[in-house]
């Protein structure tokens, strides 16, 4: 148990959005930008992993070589002394037979400044992931912002770029433009800067391709991200890192900012790896290769429930 896990800064709560706006930011959680120093975060438990058909990329390994479960689990366990060699405190969904997918923790809810929201998953065999994620804030005495009940929208398609700016994922497969435009009339009351990107669905969520690494730097595939979204990126000053085709297929768009210069990304991305690490960032490299033939990557395993400016 961790301070943290002790503390309730507001009473729980399973809707705190204004319906007008103006909602205020937690005292004890949640954080303003994805970047920001991570000091706790939530994951879930690989114990009762089984590989499904949840996505385009999925089907195809299920096809050609599916998932060694036993490896995928020696995987999450590396990436987990990861998050102890940094120093964040981790907390867990409750581990449960019934949610294969549960490790997925960044799918079924999303922390905001204002606490969590929960989503509405697509595939039917993950839905009950939304009613544990429910229990886990409850357990942590995190409240909840609101939830999502317009259409489907999974956490991966949340993406805060930057202090009160979010590119909100809509593939039609997993996130339905009727639950990204909910989300999105959340935040524009809240007074953000909100834009929807429609990709297709074979690239899942946005977080597969638009990643922020640092304040003003984001990793980028330009050859599947809307030439769009990039000019608006630049416009806001974004220095944009560009990850290969084929590296963000195996994922490797898909890793986790620590803050203060510290990244943990999967082995596959040699070539943001070499980038980074050319301007002096700490890079844990850790081999997901196994784990993520079920569907996602190392951003997709973790909820960022707090982070500080350094």
Known sequence: MTVHDRIVAEPFSLQRRNP????????????????????????????????????????????????N????????????????????????????????????????SVMTPYGAFITAMANWWRRGENYAAIRTYEKLGIPIYDMVTAGTFEGGDFNVIEEGVVLIGCGGARTQEEGARQVQAWFDKEGWETRIAFIDEY????????????EKLTAVCLACTEPGIVDWLKG??????????????ALGCNFMSLGKDRVIAPTSSKSLIGQLKARGFEVAAIDMSEISKTGGGIHCMAQALKRVTA
């Open 20 to 67: 007008a706006g103006g909602t205020k930011p937690l005292t004890a959680w949640g954080f303003a930008n994805e970047t920001d120093v991570l000091t706790d975060v939530l994951l879930g438990s690989p114990n009762f992993l089984r590989h499904l058909s949840t996505s385009s990329l999925s089907r195809k390994h299920l096809r050609e070589a599916p998932c």
């Open 69 to 108: 479960i036993q490896i995928a689990q020696a995987q999450h366990k590396d990436l987990v002394a990861a998050y102890e060699h940094f120093g964040i405190n981790i907390h867990w969904h409750e581990p449960t037979p019934e949610l294969p997918m549960q490790v997925y923790s960044r799918d079924s």
């Open 203 to 214: 690239y899942v969520h946005i977080d597969l391709m638009v990643v922020p690494i640092a």
């Open 236 to 249: 806001m000053g974004h220095e944009i890192i560009d990850v290969p085709f084929q590296d963000t297929m």
